[in-house]
């Protein structure tokens, strides 16, 4: 049974004003922290999982004699394996990132808190946390580590990160594949704004969970874009086409929230068919509460 | 009240207000520009590629309608008159030449005018021939003091009493109008050369006029051939050819010849020409027909032996310079061939002009005659050959006449019509002089406010400028 989060979740604007990314980060894992029920992301530790029947070959340091002596039978015990896995958190710096709409943060600055509340969290679970990012070009930034330095280096790269280009997610994905170690983690954190309508990333993903990584996708899109508010404009254009120019009236045409849903919908459904997961995140939404809708979400799945 | 010289201005300045008004209205411009990463799934709407913007900056329309507005009102040269106090008086009462007559019934329409049934005065009344004097004091009795004293018979200036206007009005401020009233024996040649000062001069308003009706001549009446002999005094009187005797004789004038001599009788002559100089007991014979009612007609060569008769002064000093000889009725004469100099004595009355405005002809009553200098010999130079000649000559010899009937009879020229009906030099006048009238210019004050207008302008537009 799942309970209502208690603490008072902070909007993104509000955590733009708290300064460094790394306070930042703090702030967010707290109300993260207190906001779920139980950590997906636990696997170092000694923790006893279940018993088990011996068997031979096992190693004896592990028999439980009390439970021997109570039963008379040899059973093992057995405990969670400290997952030290390799993780990944890619993030998209491209053109699109830059884009705020009214009043809110920018798309980059929002991964950047969840990237850096995820990584924040992935280190002290004991997980080697690795940054990517991707947007003019596919960029391994830092390789994977777990040592306790290794979070400041990775808030600082996500602080410099700048966003410029359309490159696509796919080349950083399989970039990715190639450096970490099988059975890793990658979190992309993007607005899957593809030329290609995202078969290339789908495609990449699915290479990676073919190599046995868990892959979760995140998806960031402001509520201009979502179609839920309307941009004040006539005239629009795509940052990675400036060029392009459209005049339209998003807020007397129905039709565009539900175009961009559909889009997104698809390639969700690219995504799931290929094992990988899908969270839509919006840029108006408090940080920790999308992290621990998430995690809720996944317990409950 | 605030009443407009220039309305056209006014009505041009709130037509061009409506130019800034039109511009919010009416103006097209992009629509605004932004990114949307999403714009792929944005369906095309031609309808917003141009943008017709709404009149929001209502605040810079306000003030460019209002700067417009001002401008026009500036230039519509604004005057406000502060308070109702009724129309005022200014009465301009001709002294001069052909007044006498008539000097009664001007006084007492000056006074009807100016004095109330209270017996306050109403106005200003200036009183003027060569030059106006504004009169001090006005009541009953300074009336009948006024009406005591002859006029001075002194040639009319025009101009000289429409100068005066302003002065006039500046002391009846806070009057609604003021009135202006010319009491005189018309002479539209006067008039004319009045209208000038005026039009240099602040009039907002017309000018009545009170004309005397010319009175019949009280000399000997004209055509009446006896009574216009002639006796001509000249050295050269045995000669055949004289230009002033036939001139004379061409307009009416039976001329007789009489040598210069000691003993010379004019009795009887109704004028007496003088050319050249004579001895002194000569000089008293014509004193005397001067004194019985004659003219003498005094020329340039018989100054210096007449200088105690004749109407002027100064060194009598001959040059040839000559020129061309202007009397008041605008006919003229030119290439004199000696030219005396100096001025028209006080008292006497200016007849003719050199073209360069000095004195050349003066005349002045002594007894019952008239004594007349021409400042040139009328015998030499080409301005005999003039076909005015016999008309200038004939002016001269009627002396300290009344002007004639060719002067008043003259049509009024467009600009005395104008100032007559209000309209014309009085909307330039009102500019010329604030508060003249009665009234304040507030031109300054507006054209003020306009800036004013201007600057907040320029500074909110700069503002929204660098906010946007």
């Given at each position: 049974?799942?309970?209502?989060p208690?603490?008072?979740f902070?909007?993104p604007?509000l955590?733009e004003?708290?300064?460094?990314l790394?306070?930042?980060?703090?702030?967010?894992?707290?109300?993260?922290?207190?906001g779920i029920?139980?950590?997906?992301?636990?696997?170092a530790?000694?923790?006893?999982?279940?018993?088990?029947?011996?068997?031979?070959?096992?190693?004896?340091r592990?028999l439980?004699?009390?439970?021997?002596?109570r039963?008379?039978?040899?059973?093992?015990?057995e405990f969670?394996?400290?997952?030290?896995l390799?993780?990944?958190?890619v993030?998209?710096?491209?053109?699109?990132m830059?884009?705020?709409?009214?009043?809110?943060?920018?798309?980059l600055?929002y991964?950047s808190?969840v990237?850096a509340?995820?990584?924040?969290?992935?280190?002290?679970?004991?997980?080697s946390v690795?940054?990517?990012a991707?947007?003019a070009?596919a960029?391994l930034l830092?390789?994977?580590?777990?040592?306790?330095?290794?979070l400041h280096?990775l808030?600082?790269?996500?602080?410099?990160l700048?966003?410029?280009?359309?490159?696509g997610?796919?080349?950083v994905?399989?970039?990715?594949?190639?450096?970490?170690r099988?059975?890793?983690?990658?979190?992309?954190?993007?607005?899957?704004l593809?030329?290609d309508?995202?078969?290339?990333?789908?495609?990449?993903?699915g290479?990676l969970?073919?190599?046995?990584?868990?892959?979760?996708?995140?998806?960031?899109?402001?509520?201009e874009?979502s179609?839920?508010?309307a941009p004040?404009?006539?005239?629009?254009?795509d940052?990675?086409?400036?060029?392009?120019?459209?005049?339209a009236?998003?807020?007397?045409?129905?039709?565009y929230?539900?175009r961009?849903?559909?889009?997104?919908?698809a390639l969700?459904?690219?995504?799931?068919q290929?094992?990988?997961?899908?969270?839509?995140?919006?840029?108006?939404?408090?940080?920790?509460?999308?992290?621990?809708?998430?995690?809720?979400?996944r317990?409950g799945? | 009240?605030?009443?407009?010289?220039t309305p056209a201005f006014?009505?041009?300045?709130?037509?061009?207000?409506l130019v800034p008004?039109?511009?919010h209205?009416?103006?097209?411009?992009?629509?605004?520009?932004?990114?949307?990463?999403?714009?792929?799934f944005?369906?095309?709407?031609p309808?917003t590629?141009?943008?017709?913007s709404?009149?929001?900056?209502?605040?810079?329309?306000a003030?460019r309608?209002?700067?417009?507005?001002?401008?026009g009102?500036?230039?519509?040269?604004?005057?406000?008159f502060?308070?109702?106090r009724g129309?005022r008086e200014?009465?301009?009462l001709d002294?001069?030449?052909g007044?006498?007559?008539?000097?009664p019934?001007?006084?007492?329409?000056?006074?009807?005018?100016l004095l109330?049934?209270d017996?306050?005065?109403?106005?200003?009344?200036?009183?003027?021939?060569?030059?106006?004097v504004?009169?001090?004091?006005?009541?009953?009795r300074?009336?009948a003091?006024l009406q005591?004293?002859p006029?001075t018979?002194?040639?009319?200036r025009?101009?000289?009493?429409?100068e005066?206007?302003?002065?006039?009005?500046?002391?009846?401020?806070?009057?609604d109008?003021?009135r202006?009233?010319?009491?005189?024996?018309a002479?539209?040649?006067?008039?004319s050369?009045?209208?000038?000062?005026?039009?240099?001069a602040?009039?907002?308003?017309?000018?009545?006029?009170?004309?005397?009706p010319v009175?019949?001549?009280?000399?000997?009446?004209?055509?009446?051939?006896a009574?216009?002999e002639?006796i001509?005094?000249?050295?050269?009187?045995?000669?055949?050819?004289?230009?002033?005797r036939?001139a004379l004789?061409?307009?009416g004038?039976?001329?007789?010849?009489?040598?210069?001599?000691?003993?010379v009788?004019v009795?009887?002559a109704?004028?007496?020409v003088?050319?050249?100089?004579?001895p002194?007991?000569?000089?008293?014979?014509v004193r005397?027909?001067?004194?019985?009612?004659a003219?003498v007609l005094?020329t340039?060569?018989?100054?210096?032996?007449?200088?105690?008769?004749?109407?002027?002064?100064?060194?009598?000093r001959?040059d040839s310079?000559?020129?061309?000889?202007?009397?008041?009725?605008?006919e003229?004469?030119?290439?004199?061939?000696?030219?005396v100099?100096?001025?028209?004595?006080?008292?006497?009355?200016?007849?003719?002009?050199?073209?360069?405005?000095r004195p050349?002809?003066?005349?002045r009553?002594m007894?019952?005659?008239c004594?007349?200098?021409a400042?040139?010999?009328?015998?030499?130079?080409?301005?005999?050959?003039d076909a005015?000649?016999?008309?200038?000559?004939?002016?001269?010899?009627?002396?300290?006449?009344?002007?004639?009937?060719?002067?008043g009879?003259?049509?009024?020229?467009a600009?005395a019509?104008?100032?007559?009906?209000?309209?014309?030099?009085?909307?330039?006048?009102?500019?010329?002089?604030?508060?003249?009238g009665g009234?304040?210019?507030?031109g300054?004050?507006?054209m003020?406010?306009a800036?004013?207008?201007?600057?907040a302008e320029?500074?909110?537009?700069?503002?929204?400028?660098?906010?946007a």
């Open positions: 049974m799942t309970s209502a208690s603490t008072a902070l909007p604007g955590l004003r708290l300064g460094g790394e306070l930042i980060a703090k702030t967010v894992v707290r109300g993260f922290q207190a029920h139980r950590s997906p992301l636990r696997g530790g000694e923790d006893f999982a279940k018993h088990r029947d011996y068997q031979q070959g096992d190693d004896v592990y439980d004699w009390k439970l021997y002596g039963t008379d039978r040899l059973y093992v015990r969670e394996e400290r997952s030290n390799q993780a990944f958190v993030v998209d710096t491209s053109a699109s830059e884009y705020a709409g009214a009043g809110g943060v920018t798309k600055r991964a808190y990237a509340a995820l990584a924040h969290l992935m280190i002290g679970a004991g997980d690795g940054l990517a991707f947007g070009e960029r830092l390789a994977p580590r777990a040592r306790s330095g290794h280096d808030l600082l790269s996500l602080e410099r700048a966003p410029g280009g359309s490159e997610a796919a080349d994905l399989d970039r990715v594949g190639v450096t970490m099988r059975g890793g983690r990658v979190i992309l954190i993007s607005d899957l593809e030329d309508g995202g078969e290339a990333l789908a495609a990449a993903a290479r969970r073919a190599r046995g990584d868990e892959v979760m996708v995140l998806r960031v899109l402001t509520p874009e179609g839920e508010a004040d404009a006539g005239l629009f254009f940052p990675e086409h400036p060029a392009r120019e459209v005049p009236t998003p807020r007397l045409d129905p039709g929230a539900r961009v849903g559909a889009y997104y919908a969700a459904d690219r995504l799931r290929r094992g990988v997961e899908y969270v839509p995140l919006s840029t108006e939404q408090p940080v920790e509460q999308a992290l621990v809708a998430w995690v809720n979400r317990r799945a | 009240m605030i009443t407009f010289g006014l009505l041009a300045g709130a037509l061009g207000a008004l039109a511009l209205l009416i103006r097209r411009r992009p629509p605004n520009r932004a990114p949307l990463p999403t714009e792929r944005l369906a095309p709407d309808r590629a141009v943008r017709v709404r009149p929001t900056d209502l605040l810079l329309l003030l309608m209002l700067l417009l507005v001002l401008a009102a500036a230039f519509a040269h604004p005057v406000w502060p308070a109702a129309t200014v009465v301009l002294t001069g030449t007044m006498g007559a008539a000097w019934q001007a006084v007492a329409e000056a006074r009807r005018l109330g049934a017996g306050k005065p109403r106005g200003e009344l200036v009183l003027f021939d060569t030059i106006a504004p009169m001090r004091r006005l009541d009953a300074s009336f003091s005591a004293t006029p018979g002194a040639e009319s025009y101009a000289a009493a429409l005066m206007i302003p002065a006039a009005t500046r002391e009846l401020r806070g009057a109008s003021v202006v009233t010319l009491i005189t024996r002479r539209w040649a006067a008039w050369e009045g209208l000038s000062a005026l039009r240099r602040a009039w907002p308003g017309a000018i009545g006029l009170v004309s005397i009175p019949p001549a009280t000399d000997s009446a004209r055509g009446d051939t009574a216009r002639a001509r005094i000249a050295g050269d009187a045995r000669t055949p050819v004289s230009y002033t036939a004789q061409a307009t004038w039976s001329v007789r010849d009489v040598p210069i001599a000691d003993a009788s009795e009887g109704r004028l007496v003088v050319e050249d100089a004579v002194a007991p000569l000089a008293g014979a005397r027909g001067a004194e019985g009612g003219t005094v340039a060569p018989a100054a210096a032996s007449l200088r105690g008769l004749i109407p002027w002064r100064g060194t009598l001959a310079t000559g020129g061309a000889m202007w009397l008041a009725s605008g003229h004469i030119g290439r004199a061939a000696v030219r100099s100096g001025d028209a004595a006080p008292g006497a009355a200016l007849i003719a002009s050199w073209e360069d405005g050349a002809a003066a005349a009553r007894g019952r005659g004594i007349v200098f400042a040139a010999d009328l015998e030499r130079g080409e301005m005999t050959m005015a000649y016999p008309r200038v000559v004939d002016r001269f010899a009627r002396g300290c006449e009344s002007p004639g009937p060719a002067d009879d003259a049509p009024l020229d600009g019509r104008a100032v007559l009906h209000g309209s014309g030099p009085a909307a330039v006048a009102a500019s010329a002089i604030p508060g003249a009234g304040i210019a507030l300054r004050w507006v003020a406010a800036l004013l207008a201007a600057l320029t500074f909110f537009a700069y503002s929204r400028r660098s906010a």
